[in-house]
């Protein structure tokens, strides 16, 4: 695509879940940056929008943690490898170029895409690129980007207007508290509606909805959006059916909708790479797919004996990390090295200083 700006780069990790977020860190141990993609808007994957607070028994080493905890453990483990993340993205096309490179190109909703050249491409996109669950109202979908927005809006959408957040998880609080609370440009009422009085968000979110909501800084509603009504092709106002079955039309000039995301394999059939069962089909000695430089990990492959655990996923970022390092460059020894040892790994990990001549 014309326009669009170019980043040259050695990896490109599509995924920022917790697998995505280790080939991150087996890539820094082999010297190579990279550049990660996701169509979410912060790093974490099936753990931050799935499963967040829930515990986790069986990551080695740590006998309990929660989605958000692991996710953020290993963003500080590899924080030294200075990765660049390119988030609310979602990779729509990758073509091989004469140079044996690889050309992925992302689009994003409220923001222009991006593309990348890239020497490997590393695909940790878990079940699929996680698409947010739509409101299905008749009369809607040509509301999209103007007054009807998914996840999040951009601040021109969202100032000194009327907004109306439907859904009840994280994503739909977070976005009350961020538009009630006293900022630049805060919206004129807010106003939050799920199906029932029960949210599901962290204890500190709750606490701070409760605040706002005491403040009469957002009005909570039960029941389900079932109706629009709509003037000169502008969204004036929704209809509500409460649980006591009665309806309620309420004002609005921004509908944000937060009802969750389902995951969806998307773009990713349409790469040319060899699939079965709609996963991708890998050599198990360096998790390659059937086209040079490109390496899938985690729940988005397949081979005999897979299972579709976060440790089996580090595993495969593993050895896909030390294959790349050998497919970028040939000539390396390839002897193995061990962070107990190694003063070129503690060097990128930052425990030790670079003594190299400047």
């Known amino acids: 695509m014309q326009g669009l700006a170019t980043i040259e780069t050695d990896a490109v990790v599509i995924g920022a879940g917790p697998v995505g977020l280790w080939m991150v860190f087996q890539l820094g141990l082999q010297g190579i940056r990279a550049h990660v993609v996701d169509v979410l808007g912060e790093p974490g994957g099936q753990c931050i929008e799935l499963y967040p607070d829930k515990p986790i028994y069986d990551i080695p080493g740590i006998a309990r943690c929660t989605g958000r905890e692991l996710t953020q453990r290993l963003l500080q483990q590899i924080a030294p490898f200075k990765p660049a993340f390119h988030l609310n993205q979602q990779v729509s096309e990758v073509l091989a170029q004469d140079d044996g490179r690889w050309r992925v190109t992302t689009s994003a909703s409220h923001q222009a895409g991006q593309q990348f050249l890239t020497r490997t491409l590393f695909i940790a996109a878990g079940v699929g690129a996680f698409a947010p669950k739509e409101l299905k109202l008749d009369g809607l979908t040509p509301l999209l980007g103007s007054q009807l927005f998914y996840r999040n809006a951009p601040p021109e959408a969202t100032a ?199």
């Open 160 to 358: 000194d207007k009327t907004v109306l957040i439907v859904g009840g998880e994280d994503a739909a609080v977070a976005n009350a508290i961020a538009l009630a609370a006293d900022g630049p440009n805060p919206a004129k009422s807010v106003t939050l509606v799920h199906r029932r009085d029960v949210l599901q968000a962290s204890a500190a979110a709750l606490a701070q909805l409760a605040t706002l909501r005491d403040a009469g800084k957002v009005k909570f509603l039960a029941g389900q959006v079932t109706g629009i009504h709509v003037t000169d092709g502008r969204l004036g106002s929704i209809e509500l059916s409460t649980p006591e079955d009665q309806t309620v039309n309420l004002p609005v000039d921004t509908l944000l909708v937060c009802m969750g995301v389902s995951p969806k394999l998307g773009a990713i059939a349409q790469w040319g790479l060899a699939m079965a069962r709609k996963q991708l089909t890998v050599d198990t000695a360096s998790f390659a797919t059937s086209a040079p430089g490109i390496y899938a990990v985690g729940d988005v492959n397949t081979y005999p004996g897979k299972r579709k655990l976060i440790v089996c996923g580090f595993h495969e970022a593993t050895l896909a990390a030390f294959a790349a390092a050998s497919y970028l460059n040939p000539q390396a020894s390839g002897v193995l090295q061990y962070t107990t040892s190694s003063a070129l790994l503690q060097q990128r990990l930052g425990v030790l200083a670079d003594d190299t001549p400047a």
